[in-house]
């Protein structure tokens, strides 16, 4: 006998159209083609410009507002909340309550099984998201908080990638987190040029292993830059 009270599982998670668009308008936002406090165009200019309904960019704005990267003030339109600095307070009281071990504890329970779901379950668009992100990582030369931004960006795109809403809302609560200021002021002291470089090549490795969908390579790579980050947080006590 059939459940009335199940909800169709078409709602659980956005649809193929609005990630587009939430995928097209975080990157603007995370690499600050739309600044923090900036007013993003109207909805009927976004839904002209990336050729969807509006309802449609309506429906990812709401998902923006829910992750705390935008506000949407009646009367005036949606504004940019998200801080790149990743120094203020963190959004979640949660998250505002995590210890740096804390982090790196959960990080190490979620991040290896999320890139393995990610492979599984990932859309050829969503890999393609990945690798625009990276080409934006390997830009970066010297910009710690650039780089950290992207990376963030990286880490959230494949928790999208294994369409489980309920890993994804753990994970927005991890990245949220991440964005305290002691791991801000962390970065800012040891992300040098020649690490960045190094996090770069690694990155690289990662992606291709997601393309290749290749698990095993792709789940060390987690465990290895878990591993460099707790070395980090271990030289700043």
Request: glycine fraction near 6%; hydrophobic fraction near 40%.
């Amino acid at each position: 006998m059939p459940n009335a009270s199940l909800p169709p599982s078409s709602t659980s998670l956005p649809g193929a159209t609005v990630k587009y668009v939430i995928e097209t308008l975080t990157t603007r936002i995370v690499t600050q083609e739309y600044a923090t406090e900036e007013r993003l165009p109207s909805e009927r200019q976004l839904a002209q410009e990336l050729g969807v309904a509006r309802n449609t960019v309506r429906e990812a704005l709401d998902q923006l507002e829910t992750r705390g990267m935008i506000r949407r003030r009646a009367g005036s339109g949606s504004f940019v909340t998200y801080n790149p600095d990743g120094a203020g307070a963190a959004l979640s009281p949660v998250a505002s309550e995590t210890g740096p071990l804390q982090l790196q504890v959960m990080r190490g329970i979620l991040e290896p099984e999320m890139v393995r779901l990610a492979i599984v379950n990932m859309s050829p668009k969503q890999i393609e998201a990945l690798s625009v992100v990276l080409s934006k990582m390997e830009a970066v030369q010297a910009d710690a908080t650039a780089f950290v931004t992207l990376e963030e960006e990286f880490h959230r795109l494949i928790a999208e990638g294994t369409g489980n809403p309920l890993l994804i809302a753990c994970y927005n609560l991890v990245l949220d987190a991440r964005r305290q200021s002691f791991r801000a002021a962390m970065y800012r002291r040891h992300l040098t040029p020649a690490r960045i470089e190094i996090y770069q090549r690694g990155y690289n490795g990662l992606f291709n292993a997601i393309a290749a969908r290749d698990i095993e390579e792709a789940s060390e790579f987690m465990k290895l830059a878990l591993i460099e980050d707790q070395r980090l947080l271990l030289q700043e006590d």
